[in-house]
């Protein structure tokens, strides 16, 4: 599933009911945020969002109204015992603000923070069934733009052609995923002891794309 939770879409200045920007994708059950605007806490509050499940952020660019929220949100995950690493994407002069802030505010992060600059057009997270790739917008200063791609499994499963092989139905969704099943007899459980039932594939899935900008943030096009 793929889903977008706009929290904030407004310019630099707040004004009443509308926040400056953030967003929050939803991919395979991972949450990943996108600029990080003042009252981003109140409205992942707001919205049910649970900061347990953010591990990727992602800052466009480094106006204000992009990213002055982070730094309470990045202490707010210490303050609540986050111990699991925290990736952040953003623009290369972002590290030193952020580690001047924590310096002076005398803050260890109970949990890595990872932080990856933005540098080259490319892919800049990848997993099994989905990538996050980054390319350069225009915009008064360096600014970024970023495209999550949604991997599809490359096999269609026949089920009764899979039954008649033996193939429980509990497993089609791996095949789709180019896993192999092997059957359990006797004699695989005497030559090896307990069977494999599933190889690594070797094929590379066909890609689905997503593009999210945000030199328009509340735009998401299939």
Not at 10 to 28: G, I, K, W
Not at 75 to 100: C, F, N, V
Not at 175 to 187: F, H, I, N, Q, V
Not at 195 to 222: D, E, G, I, V
Request: charged residues 20%; proline residues 7%.
């Amino acid at each position: 599933m793929l889903a977008v939770t706009i929290l904030g879409n407004n310019s630099a200045l707040p004004a009443f009911d509308r926040h400056p920007t953030a967003q929050v994708v939803t991919m395979e059950e991972q949450l990943f945020l996108l600029d990080c605007g003042e009252g981003t806490q109140m409205q992942m509050a707001k919205y049910k969002i649970r900061r347990s499940k953010i591990n990727h952020i992602f800052i466009s660019h480094l106006h204000g109204d992009h990213y002055f929220g982070l730094i309470g949100l990045l202490t707010s995950m210490g303050l609540l015992g986050r111990t699991q690493e925290i990736h952040l994407h953003a623009p290369a002069a972002l590290k030193d603000i952020i580690d001047l802030q924590l310096k002076v505010a005398d803050i260890q992060l109970p949990y890595p923070l990872r932080f990856h600059p933005l540098q080259d057009e490319g892919v800049i997270v990848r997993e099994p069934k989905f990538e996050v790739s980054c390319f350069p917008v225009y915009h008064r200063v360096a600014c970024w733009g970023f495209r999550f791609r949604e991997v599809r499994p490359f096999r269609r499963v026949n089920p009764e052609k899979a039954r008649t092989y033996e193939v429980p139905s509990s497993f089609f969704d791996r095949l789709k995923w180019g896993e192999s099943y092997l059957k359990k007899t006797a004699a695989s459980s005497r030559t090896n002891g307990s069977p494999s039932r599933q190889q690594k594939p070797n094929r590379t899935p066909m890609p689905q794309t997503h593009f999210l900008t945000n030199a328009s943030p509340t735009t998401l096009a299939a």
